[in-house]
């Protein structure tokens, strides 16, 4: 797609825009008065030296334009190199040198004067009028004077004028004063636009304030002079730094950018009238940033805009987000202040623009916009692109008759990292790191901010307070209370940035007052300050001592309080992992405090501020149990195995669990109360006895159990039922109570199973197990002498042993009496000779048998 650049020239041309800075000469402001001459009957007065230019054919040069495909030029340059002292007629009146050259170019509609030399002593003055006197420009003062050398006044309607230089007889030194070049435009800059939609109609009501920002701005190449639009904008800092943002394709170098002349409040009073004045200029730019890719050119203005120009630095937005809607201010073709609006939403140009000459824009480097009413034209370029919320978010930079394109304000910002191809470097200086901005009155009175860097203070140390006010305070006034402290270091209540020395403990308010030539404004902070002369450094919240599940350790805040700088300790150091932000230290357990069960750890908390310390501690009981985990299941064995808490534990990623269908059903789970099944397991594993028959018997909390058949803990948690057996659950025991059960589980002897523990609807306490089988297992088996014998019975009794060897001949015989508690006995054989030995032993009537093997 082609598109044609609304001010489109061979070369590029940068513009520039007005802006406020704290630290520029008051430019083309003037000082007003008028000319010496004026005041003076005397005949040598009237005689005035004429310079006659050469004639502009206004047919040509706008036959021209249309031949080259250029919109927004309108004058055409011509050397002169005209010394005032030296081509001027000289005059006194008084104590006033006073030379003066007139000078004329047939057919021109303005002319406009560019000063290459413009150095005079102060008292001196430089004015610009018409013959008639009507319309005077000046004075221009030693103020005016710009690094560059040139300087440029703004356009006089007519085909003459009359430059006039006063200086005093007894001036510092003799002026120089040069016209290097004359602007004669064949093109008129006066109010035409009434067929577009004015600024101050109906659709302008709501932009009042943001009209304020955009300029009309003339600038010359050497050859011509050209018109485009611009904004002033604000920076993150609000110090009134006078930038000026339009576009590439209007200024591009610091010499158009010294010609710049921007109008402001160039506009109709009403939507009908015709009554637009060109009187309020600045003169001159610096160029700051300009890039191609998005068509933007930021300037720096060389003077400031007068308090009676009322001008407003524009707010802006470069998050890149889509507008709900747009809209337009601008100057087209040079004319009145005008509005466009598109109440649709602004998207993203979609495709490649290849522009009129030759330049190329990719894809969703422009802001697209249909206007619903009003249009832009030659001249519009660099204007404003305004969002819903009244904030710039592009410029001004062609289009065609189906929609106009604006260069994306959020590519401006930092897609290029040269400071002088980007708008980042200028508008956030700081790096803030903030995308959008409100806009702000260039003359307002400053809004009183301070800070400090610490709110507790120790006694010893001083405290600096930093102004953070905005709006270019000029004064500044300092008041704490109580009283009780002194302004050190050579500072004092009158300095912007005082530094403090406190004399006593207490709470101590702060207030500041500032002030400039526009007002005043006074923050008052209560508390600002808490001077001790020891912290009070404490964890906040917590008692001396407490007891923590492990799994509360993740991400656990403990909070510091008491002084500006914390450093936090713990016991056991390998077992955490710490992250802190501000007084905010969050305390996780590492792997290794996870696997190794409950630990003590002490938390001891240090406040710093200067040279003062203090701490504040406290004792933590970590609890983890031992056998939370598959990995860290405890082994059982047959008979009582004592209590196990399920207190503080968790549950596994990929955890088995059975289903829950119904309390009464094999293998089932009661349906929870919750929505979690598990809430607290724990677990334990066991080998399957000879008899291949095991009964499982809990006691204590109300508890489910679930047995599974798996080779190891990763079996179990893969997540696939696949890799493990469910071969018995129950949360109810035979008779029904919740202290579950499992009778006679048919296993496999020798096989590894696997036994959950969980407390039923997040139950927490001690917990009784008990492995029974009606089999008696003697270990270790072989063994070089020593036996022993477990019996696991439902019910208890006593136990005839007899041992034989291969011959038959008993070698060892005893009795014992076992219970599910003490359900293990003891015999030796470490006195008979390496063999094989056969055990029989009657247990309750019964009669069991095992081989043994003896080595030696």
């Keep these: 797609m082609r598109i044609a650049n609304w001010t489109r020239r061979l070369n590029a041309l940068v513009i520039i825009g007005v802006l406020l800075t704290g630290n520029v000469a008051w430019g083309q402001i003037e000082d007003g008065g008028l000319p010496a001459s004026f005041a003076t009957n005397l005949k040598a007065a009237a005689i005035i030296s004429q310079k006659s230019l050469n004639p502009i054919d206004l047919q040509e040069q706008i036959s021209l334009d249309e031949k080259d495909g250029v919109q927004n030029r309108y004058g055409v340059v011509e050397d002169v190199a005209l010394d005032i002292r030296k081509a001027?007629?000289?005059?006194?009146?008084?104590?006033?040198?006073?030379?003066?050259?007139?000078?004329?170019?047939?057919?021109?509609?303005?002319?406009?004067?560019?000063?290459?030399?413009?150095?005079?002593?102060?008292?001196?003055?430089?004015?610009?009028?018409?013959?008639?006197?009507?319309?005077?420009?000046?004075?221009?003062?030693?103020?005016?004077?710009?690094?560059?050398?040139?300087?440029?006044?703004?356009?006089?309607?007519?085909?003459?004028?009359?430059?006039?230089?006063?200086?005093?007889?007894?001036?510092?030194?003799?002026?120089?004063?040069?016209?290097?070049?004359?602007?004669?435009?064949?093109?008129?800059?006066?109010?035409?636009?009434?067929?577009?939609?004015?600024?101050?109609?109906?659709?302008?009501?709501?932009?009042?304030?943001?009209?304020?920002?955009?300029?009309?701005?003339?600038?010359?190449?050497?050859?011509?002079?050209?018109?485009?639009?611009?904004?002033?904008?604000?920076?993150?800092?609000?110090?009134?730094?006078?930038?000026?943002?339009?576009?590439?394709?209007?200024?591009?170098?610091?010499?158009?950018?010294?010609?710049?002349?921007?109008?402001?409040?160039?506009?109709?009073?009403?939507?009908?009238?015709?009554?637009?004045?060109?009187?309020?200029s600045v003169s001159g730019a610096s160029l700051r940033a300009s890039n191609q890719y998005s068509d933007f050119t930021l300037l720096e203005l060389q003077e400031y805009p007068p308090k009676e120009y009322?001008?407003?630095?524009?707010?802006?937005?470069?998050?890149?987000?889509?507008?709900?809607?747009?809209?337009?201010?601008?100057?087209?073709?040079?004319?009145?202040?005008?509005?466009?609006?598109?109440?649709?939403?602004?998207?993203?140009?979609?495709?490649?623009?290849?522009?009129?000459?030759?330049?190329?824009?990719?894809?969703?480097?422009h802001w697209e916009v249909d206007y619903d009413a009003g249009i832009d034209e030659g001249g519009s370029s660099g204007a404003p692109l305004f969002n819903q919320d009244k904030l710039l978010v592009g410029q001004l930079h062609g289009g065609d008759d189906n929609s106009s394109l604006f260069g994306k304000l959020s590519l401006s910002w930092d897609y290029r990292s040269e400071s002088d191809r980007q708008?980042?470097?200028?508008?956030?200086?700081?790096?803030?790191?903030?995308?959008?901005?409100?806009?702000?009155?260039?003359?307002?009175?400053?809004?009183?901010?301070?800070?400090?860097?610490?709110?507790?203070?120790?006694?010893?140390?001083?405290?600096?307070?930093?102004?953070?006010?905005?709006?270019?305070?000029?004064?500044?006034?300092?008041?704490?209370?109580?009283?009780?402290?002194?302004f050190v270091n050579g500072t004092s209540a009158s300095s912007q940035n005082p530094e403090v020395q406190f004399l006593s403990e207490g709470v101590y308010s702060v207030s500041l007052t500032v002030a400039n030539e526009n007002g005043s404004d006074e923050l008052v902070e209560g508390d600002f300050v808490s001077v001790y002369a020891q912290l009070p450094v404490r964890l906040a919240g917590l008692p001396d001592e407490m007891t923590m599940c492990g799994w509360e350790l993740d991400g656990y805040e403990f909070v510091a309080e008491g002084a500006p700088e914390y450093s936090l300790?713990?016991?056991?150091?390998?077992?955490?992992?710490?992250?802190?932000?501000?007084?905010?230290?969050?305390?996780?357990?590492?792997?290794?405090?996870?696997?190794?069960?409950?630990?003590?750890?002490?938390?001891?908390?240090?406040?710093?501020?200067?040279?003062?310390?203090?701490?504040?501690?406290?004792?933590?009981?970590?609890?983890?149990?031992?056998?939370?985990?598959?990995?860290?299941?405890?082994?059982?064995?047959?008979?009582?195995?004592?209590?196990?808490?399920?207190?503080?534990?968790?549950?596994?990623?990929?955890?088995?669990?059975?289903?829950t269908a119904g309390c009464s059903i094999a293998n089932n789970w009661c349906p929870p109360n919750g929505t979690d099944v598990l809430d607290n397991s724990i677990w334990f594993y066991f080998e399957g006895p000879s008899s291949s028959s095991i009964t499982i018997q809990t006691e204590g909390i109300d508890s489910q159990i679930a047995v599974y058949r798996a080779t190891t803990a990763d079996y179990l948690l893969s997540g696939s039922t696949a890799s493990y057996n469910l071969v018995g659950a129950s949360e109810r025991d035979a008779d029904g109570n919740d202290a579950a059960a499992i009778e006679n589980l048919s296993v496999t002897p020798g096989a590894k199973y696997w036994l959950q523990v969980d407390g039923t609807d997040a139950a927490e306490g001690e917990i009784g197990l008990r492995l029974l089988t009606n089999s008696i297992e003697v270990y270790p088996n072989p063994s070089s002498g020593l036996y022993h014998l477990t019996v696991a019975s439902v019910e208890g009794g006593e136990a005839e042993l007899f041992v034989y060897n291969q011959l038959g001949q008993m070698v060892y015989s005893g009795t014992g009496t076992f219970d599910q508690d003490e359900n293990t006995i003891d015999f030796d054989l470490s006195n008979n000779p390496a063999g094989i030995y056969y055990f029989r032993a009657s247990i309750n009537g019964e009669m069991m048998s095992k081989k043994l093997i003896l080595v030696k």
């Design 88 to 280: 001027g007629s000289y005059s006194q009146t008084g104590n006033m040198n006073i030379w003066r050259l007139q000078l004329s170019a047939d057919e021109a509609l303005s002319l406009a004067v560019i000063l290459s030399t413009f150095d005079i002593p102060e008292g001196a003055s430089l004015y610009v009028y018409t013959p008639d006197q009507q319309t005077v420009r000046g004075a221009y003062t030693w103020q005016n004077k710009k690094e560059s050398g040139l300087f440029r006044v703004g356009d006089l309607m007519g085909d003459q004028l009359i430059v006039e230089y006063d200086e005093p007889v007894s001036a510092s030194f003799e002026g120089g004063v040069v016209i290097g070049a004359v602007v004669k435009a064949y093109r008129s800059l006066e109010a035409n636009a009434n067929e577009r939609i004015q600024i101050n109609c109906p659709e302008g009501e709501d932009w009042q304030e943001q009209k304020k920002a955009v300029c009309m701005i003339t600038f010359s190449d050497g050859t011509y002079s050209y018109y485009c639009s611009g904004a002033l904008l604000n920076n993150a800092r609000e110090d009134g730094t006078p930038y000026f943002l339009t576009a590439n394709h209007c200024i591009s170098s610091t010499t158009e950018a010294s010609t710049l002349v921007a109008y402001f409040n160039y506009e109709n009073s009403t939507c009908e009238s015709s009554d637009a004045s060109l009187s309020q």
């Design 310 to 365: 009322n001008p407003f630095f524009a707010g802006w937005d470069v998050s890149g987000s889509t507008s709900e809607s747009g809209t337009c201010i601008h100057h087209p073709k040079g004319s009145t202040k005008c509005i466009a609006l598109d109440y649709d939403e602004v998207t993203g140009n979609s495709y490649t623009v290849r522009w009129d000459d030759g330049t190329i824009s990719q894809p969703n480097s």
């Design 423 to 486: 708008l980042k470097h200028w508008l956030d200086p700081d790096d803030t790191g903030m995308e959008q901005i409100e806009g702000l009155e260039a003359y307002t009175r400053p809004v009183a901010a301070f800070s400090a860097e610490v709110s507790i203070l120790c006694l010893s140390e001083n405290l600096i307070l930093s102004d953070e006010s905005k709006y270019s305070p000029e004064s500044w006034s300092w008041e704490i209370s109580p009283s009780t402290y002194v």
């Design 569 to 659: 300790e713990l016991t056991a150091e390998s077992k955490f992992v710490v992250t802190q932000t501000d007084n905010v230290f969050s305390v996780s357990l590492s792997d290794e405090g996870r696997e190794e069960g409950s630990f003590d750890t002490y938390a001891k908390i240090t406040g710093t501020q200067g040279g003062c310390s203090a701490s504040d501690s406290v004792l933590i009981h970590v609890i983890i149990p031992e056998n939370d985990n598959v990995a860290q299941a405890v082994a059982l064995r047959l008979g009582n195995n004592g209590y196990y808490s399920n207190a503080c534990a968790t549950v596994e990623d990929n955890e088995p669990s059975p289903e």
